[in-house]
């Protein structure tokens, strides 16, 4: 006869064998459905960065070609790496010669976005960021890298940056950004446009401000409620957003914020993250506007009515200048839709320049240095004796003039294809006939001599859609649609 305790020993172990069972189970389909088992980095050397050519060429023939998705788009970075695209990865091929130097991927996850905001090819760490050539000091002053946005739960959430010539991985972080949304770079920040949202992070990705719709907000206050922002700029200490607000009008809005409201001097108590108010909101008197360029102190638009102008303004709102451009208001128009994905203006940013493309036109930015002197409103009173006895003297005070980053439209190209890539002080723009040679502060007008302008011609085999270009070293990249090649 089996004992009860006997019995009840064979169940407890029956039990505890069904459990580590199940236990086992479950830890492999968590395993099997997690981040970690489902994301894959390879790695590659460190190769030299490719140097600037001493010269244009004459002539150009493709020396590699490569599959990229035309909706995610292709990186092409100066450390040498053209960076193509997939629904759940990215893979960096090396400029010169098109093999794969590294790749990441995300079978579980979707790619929203992949993008760069390097101006330079400064080399790269991974922990501290990047260095400058002639420094040991760490550069911490801006999003470097290639950055990668994936999806989870419902959003585009998870921010990756990687060094570009290796694909080491660097700073991560995850945030509610919106779908259907765009990364935006500039100065010392990068950020995520979203219909309802905005986000801005600073060089370690840590996040700066959220604005719009916020997700459970932490604290009372959002603002721009029912706006729906159509554009996104960043420059040091300030970023501008383009807004139409039904509530307000059917005019399109720029609103000028600070990027990092926590941190400006002698802001009101209270200020951070997710509490502040807007630096200024500009009413464009416009139905439809484009960012074209901005800074700490000045933000440039491009309105299609009354009449298409670049129009200048400084950080109070006040109109600066107003130029007036051979641009169609019906490109401006169709460049700044309400419904559907939220899309910052394409745009090139060098160190002095920003090349932004609205429909088929080109336009040229530049950032002038000047002293501007303000009103002298303060006004002091002193004491004075005279014959008659004593009396107040008042005398208006002058004030000091100060130095801001002004914004200028140097030219309007028509007939481009795409976006330019930018060597030094000329500019390759798309053409129907190949690239367009130009001076980056001249624009056409300057190009034009005795044989007419000059045109490095390209053969697309038939190709007829958007070209976006970059020079990589030697060799010029070419995107077109759902392919990448390299020509020289």
């Not at 911490?140 to 010539?165: A, I, K, L």
């Not at 951070?272 to 960012?291: C, G, M, N, Y």
Request: proline share 6%.
């Amino acid at each position: 006869m089996t004992s009860p305790f006997r019995r009840r020993r064979l169940l407890d172990r029956s039990l505890a064998a069904a459990l580590a069972v199940v236990v086992a189970v479950v830890g492999i389909l968590v395993y099997r459905s997690s981040d970690l088992r489902n994301a894959n980095l390879v790695t590659g050397r460190v190769v030299a960065v490719p140097g600037t050519p001493a010269s244009l060429p004459a002539t150009l023939s493709q020396k590699w070609s490569a599959a990229t998705d035309p909706n995610l788009g292709v990186v092409a970075s100066a450390s040498g790496v053209v960076v193509t695209t997939e629904a759940h990865a990215i893979t960096a091929l090396d400029a010169l010669t098109g093999a794969v130097r590294w790749a990441y991927s995300r079978s579980n996850r979707s790619l929203c976005a992949v993008g760069s905001g390097d101006v330079d090819t400064r080399p790269f760490d991974p922990v501290r960021g990047f260095l400058s050539p002639d420094s040991s000091t760490t550069d911490s002053g801006s999003v470097r890298g290639v950055t990668t946005v994936y999806d989870e739960n419902g959003f585009c959430s998870q921010v990756m940056t990687f060094d570009p010539v290796t694909g080491g991985r660097s700073k991560v972080r995850t945030s509610p950004n919106e779908e259907n949304g765009s990364l935006a770079f500039g100065g010392s920040y990068a950020g995520w446009l979203g219909t309802n949202r905005v986000e801005v992070w600073r060089y370690d990705l840590v996040r700066t401000i959220q604005y719009g719709n916020q997700i459970n907000p932490p604290k009372p206050g959002q603002s721009r409620l029912g706006c729906t922002f159509t554009d996104l700029a960043l420059a040091v200490n300030q970023f501008a957003t383009v807004e139409h607000c039904p509530a307000q009008g059917a005019d399109a809005r720029v609103v000028l914020n600070f990027d990092d409201p926590g941190s400006v001097a002698d802001h009101p108590d209270g200020w951070d993250t997710f509490q502040h108010s807007p630096r200024v909101e500009i009413d464009t008197k416009s139905a439809a506007a484009r960012i074209v360029g901005v800074t700490a102190d000045r933000v440039a638009v491009l309105v299609s009515s009354p009449t298409p102008a670049v129009v200048v303004y400084d950080a109070t709102g006040k109109q600066t200048s107003r130029t007036a451009v051979d641009i169609p208001a019906a490109s401006i128009v169709a460049a700044d839709p309400v419904s559907g994905r939220a899309t910052v203006t394409p745009a090139v940013q060098t160190a002095s320049e920003r090349f932004t493309l609205v429909g088929t036109h080109l336009l040229a930015i530049s950032t002038p240095t000047d002293q501007v002197s303000p009103p002298a409103t303060a006004f002091s009173t002193s004491p004075t004796t005279t014959a008659s006895g004593s009396s107040l003297t008042s005398a208006f005070s002058a004030p000091k003039s100060v130095e801001i980053t002004d914004l200028r439209l140097d030219w309007v190209a028509a007939g481009a294809r795409g976006l330019p890539a930018a060597i030094g002080s000329t500019v390759l723009m798309p053409t129907s006939a190949g690239l367009q040679v130009f001076g980056s502060s001249s624009g056409p007008a300057g190009s034009v001599g005795s044989d007419g302008v000059r045109t490095i011609p390209v053969a697309r085999g038939g190709y007829a859609g958007r070209v976006d270009v970059s020079a990589v070293g030697k060799m010029i990249i070419e995107e077109r649609g759902s392919t990448v090649v390299g020509l020289s």
